[in-house]
């Protein structure tokens, strides 16, 4: 299954200021995830990133807030902008590797805003 | 809508059995997942099973799925210390390849 490797895997950041994540995959993947998943809670799928095409995002998320690029097969970023306290959760990146079945997940990125 | 609903906490003893059960409602769900999270860490496959299938056995891990009622579970026999984690049921559907997650059951195993 692919690898991701996925930065900084922490951060602790003010409030107002923004967060850019990396996902690089070791394989080319069409389609990539980004998910969050608040404190105690599941993960919610934030937006679908494909190479070449704006990501989609889901209800309740917006590009303002998470613009997400994705410039080549093997590689996406997510930023967290204008950040606030509720924006603390871990944000994971997820890949289907195009045989329906396992989605491969990064380590994740724990954000905490202060 | 889709939804994916887990017990919430588990608590077993080393070497006993564990069994996590999740309930969906979506019934064109195609693949059903069990993930694992480790603290601090991201999610890990455990397994997986087909819509298609009743049962799916790995090594310590057994999945059953009851279709007519919409409910999975996942056995983990002879459960270790290092086994515990959360873990998390999730479904996808054909035509939309993203996955819905249930809240996750946290598993302490204690010695």
Redesign the interface.
């Known amino acids: 299954s692919a690898v991701i490797s996925q930065k900084p895997s922490r951060d602790i950041c003010q409030r107002g200021t923004s967060l850019t994540i990396q996902c690089q995959v070791d394989s080319q993947v069409t389609m990539m995830f980004w998910y969050r998943q608040q404190p105690g809670q599941s993960l919610t799928l934030i937006a679908t990133a494909n190479q070449g095409s704006e990501a989609t995002y889901e209800s309740g998320f917006v590009i303002d807030k998470f613009p997400i690029s994705r410039p080549n097969l093997t590689f996406s970023t997510l930023t967290v902008s204008n950040m606030s306290p509720e924006d603390s959760s871990i944000y994971l990146c997820s890949v289907e590797e195009g045989t329906n079945y396992g989605y491969t997940f990064g380590s994740g990125t724990r954000l905490t805003v202060v | 809508g889709e939804d994916v609903e887990q017990s919430l906490f588990l608590s077993v003893r080393e070497g006993d059995s564990s069994v996590i059960n999740c309930t969906y409602t979506d019934s064109s769900s195609?693949?059903l997942?069990w993930?694992k999270q480790e603290p601090?860490?991201?999610?890990?496959?455990l397994t997986?099973i087909?819509s298609n299938m009743d049962m799916k056995q790995d090594q310590r891990l057994t999945v059953l799925l009851n279709k007519k009622d919409k409910h999975l579970s996942l056995r983990i026999a002879d459960t270790q210390t290092g086994d515990s984690a959360i873990y998390?049921c999730a479904e996808?559907n054909p035509g939309y390849?993203?996955?819905t997650?249930?809240?996750?059951t946290m598993l302490l195993v204690s010695p």
Request: aromatic letters at 34%.
């Open positions: 195609t693949y997942y993930y601090g860490a991201g999610l890990q496959l997986y087909f998390f996808s390849s993203t996955l997650f249930g809240k996750g």
